[in-house]
């Protein structure tokens, strides 16, 4: 007989009721965790450095896995993102990973659109979410969900501090995306220096109020492990795929002439520490986070762009639906007038060739008319020339007549009677 | 060498072979006088062979100088390295900018001297550093302020050489250039191939790897190469060694050859001093949880190379490359441009002048003979 007491007290009028039995409910993180495990998970890491850094080493190694990232030149005139998707399972827990790398970053000689394509990119993830919430018939569990989740930001390891283009960019992402800054190819810097060089890091984002990724203290569970981890940041990290054997086990390092650096040792990088920061401890508040401040923050910017607000007392749906009719009504509106403007010119026409049809055949009774004339007047030149013939037979035979008369014998007719 | 001798020719031989043998004696210092008439077939000294060392003596007390310049981006261990090249720290008291202050940085020249002494040989060092480069955003024309620097100092020289009085000339030339290229990359970035291809033709560059503790051996031979090929391929001259006689020995021979094969020199540098792995000694170093780094360890870098060819071998023929190929360029440019300029005044000069006394003439000469026409006419009529 177990006894459950309810601690937060929700409201006035809520009372608290102590459990005299089970009831059962208590299964319902598991029947949530199955749930989602099921449908597995999608987490998005982006990262952002110099070429050379070892940012796809690093994944390789954060991974356990063989990713085939080809390295890139020197020579790309813009920055360019290239995101591949992979699906990774360990245990039972399936999940879809995205990786979004930065070419041609810090290359240029002029490296003031260096963030654009980012920020672009990012916006873009954010707008494709935005877009399918936005849908009448949605999907949103069965979505793939693109948005960046996590951004590591490669520093390189001077020794001094920031560099410019560090500052800017991470300034420029800090209300978008959660940043982790971490220190590459950290096992050119000794221990005194890496210190040195973490604080004064450390000062640098502070004095220009550049929000990194905080990791979250007010669960107990983990507040111990995470703000130990915020003293570490930036993390300093070592990558490397190749094993070496080492006191007769086989583990990922770097071999030099004066020694080799252990990857998974934490006295030599805090690559192990990085791993479970980001994967083991707070990849759901990674996620949380984006989801509930950063795609929350852009939302809310679209769609006063869009001429939203929330003074009009009226929920988004029927705002949308009311928009829709406005748009629905200007559009037919607009079918109308394109149709009387279609009738008024199919008038015009008709009315031009019915005035040519008139010409046509005013013209035709005119050519009628003249014909008939002409007709007319060969008749009468007929008649004129009928009768000169007529004429001339009766002065004929008149003549015959009188020469029959005269001679009496002949009959002949001689042609060369002349009159 | 013969021909300077005169009288007693036919012993020419005898003394040919006792001059030899003393110019082994006379080296290291002391001379040993003129040669003076020794016994016919004996070691009879003329004493030119004290020749180099009379120039030997001539040039330490006159002192050496050098100007080294050092050019790459903040954070890659230039000034680390200079301290350890020459065992001095240069630049104790710099203060290194934020970030913010960064963003819009020009590249700045800092010269500083020091003056060493080794077995009293004396060096006037002149470092000239380059802070800035390439630490703002935008870093058009950030070489700039470089190549005007460079091109700065031949003219200085050059207007020198020209005038009167010429016995105080200070060489500000730049010797060598060093070249940082980062090891976090593939190769050389368009910065470094826009800055070295207008370089290249004003002084000696000598390309650096930095932070060499950042590659294992088969990641360095990669680099190595892949620089190689991206100076070749945008057709960089950097500063080649002479190729050594054929009478220098095997060993001066085989060290050149070594050298040769390093370049880019993969370097690391140190300010502090760690204790020696294998042989416990105290040498400039660094140390790491998974070893320790010696910087003049020829194993671990190219540091002890470097430090050969720069101060042990080839600073003469840096500085006579420098005198001969790099300020006779910029001297015969500059005096041809000078003169095309001149000229160019001077033609235009000289044309306008010529056109406005032959239209006078002209005009005169057409006046004075309707004059004179007139003046037949006014006889005639």
Known sequence: ?419 | MMSGIRGNVGRSESMRTGASVDSHDSVGGGSTGNGGSGGPGSNVRLGFANLPDQMHRKAVKKGFNFTLMVVGESGLGKSTLISSLFQQDLYKDRELGSATERVNKTTEIDKRQIELDEKGVKLRLTVVDTPGFNDAINCQDCWRPIEDYIDNTFEQYFKDECGLNRKNIVDHRVHCCLYFVSPCGHGLRPIDVELMRRLHSKVNIVPIIAKADTLTQAELRDLKERVLADLDRHKIQTYRMPDTDSDDDEETRRQESDIRACIPFAVIGSNCVVESADTGRRTRGRQYPWGVVEVENPKHCDFAKLRIFLLGTHMQDLKDITKEVHYENYRAKYITERMSKRKGAVRDDFETRKSKNTTEANFEAIVDTEGLLKEKEDEVC
């Open chain 1, 1 to 419: 007989m177990t006894t459950v007491e309810v601690m937060k007290g929700l409201g006035p009028d809520v009372r608290t009721i102590k459990l005299n039995g089970h009831v059962g409910f208590d299964s319902l993180p598991d029947q949530l965790v199955n749930k989602h495990v099921a449908q597995g998970f999608s987490f998005n890491i982006m990262c952002i450095g110099e070429t050379g850094l070892g940012k796809s080493t690093l994944i390789e190694t954060l991974f356990n896995q063989r990713f085939e990232f080809t390295p890139s030149s020197h020579e790309v005139p813009q920055v360019k993102l290239k995101p591949h998707t992979y699906d990774l399972k360990e245990g039972s827990v399936k999940l879809k990973l995205t990786i979004i790398e930065t070419s041609g970053f810090g290359d240029q000689v002029n490296k003031e659109d260096s963030s654009k394509p980012i920020i672009d990119y990012i916006n873009q993830q954010f707008e494709n979410f935005l877009q399918e919430e936005l849908k009448i018939k949605r999907s949103l569990h069965t979505y793939h969900d693109t948005r960046v989740h996590v951004c590591l930001y490669f520093i390189a390891p001077t020794g001094h501090s920031l560099k410019s283009i560090d500052m800017v960019t991470m300034k420029k992402l800090d209300s978008r995306v959660n940043i982790i800054p971490v220190i590459a190819k950290s096992d050119t810097i000794t221990k005194p220096e890496l210190q040195r060089f973490k604080t004064r890091i450390q000062n640098e984002i502070a004095n220009n109020d550049i929000h990194i990724y905080q990791f979250p203290t007010d669960d107990e569970t983990v507040s111990e492990q995470n703000s130990i981890m915020k003293n570490l940041v930036p993390f300093a990290v070592v990558g490397s795929s190749d094993e070496i054997t080492v006191n007769g086990r086989k583990s990922r390092a770097r071999q030099y002439p004066w020694g080799a650096v252990l990857v998974d040792s934490e006295a030599h990088c805090d690559f192990v520490r990085l791993r479970e920061a980001m994967l083991r401890v707070n990849m759901d508040d990674l996620r949380e986070r984006t989801h509930a401040m950063h795609y929350e923050h852009y939302r809310r910017q679209r769609l006063a762009e869009m001429g939203f607000s929330d003074e009009d007392k009226l929920s988004l749906q029927e705002m949308y639906e009311k928009r829709r009719e406005t748009h629905q009504a200007e559009l037919q509106r607009k079918e109308e007038e394109m149709r009387q403007m279609f009738v008024v010119r199919v008038k015009e026409k008709e009315q031009e060739l019915k005035k040519a049809e008139g010409d046509l055949q005013t013209k035709f009774e005119a050519v009628k008319k003249q014909h008939a004339d002409e007709k007319r007047k060969l008749e009468e030149k007929r008649q004129g020339l009928d009768e000169e013939i007529a004429e001339f037979q009766r002065r004929k035979t008149a003549a015959d007549n009188r020469n029959n008369l005269a001679s009496g014998t002949s009959f002949t007719l001689s042609k060369s009677k002349k009159k």
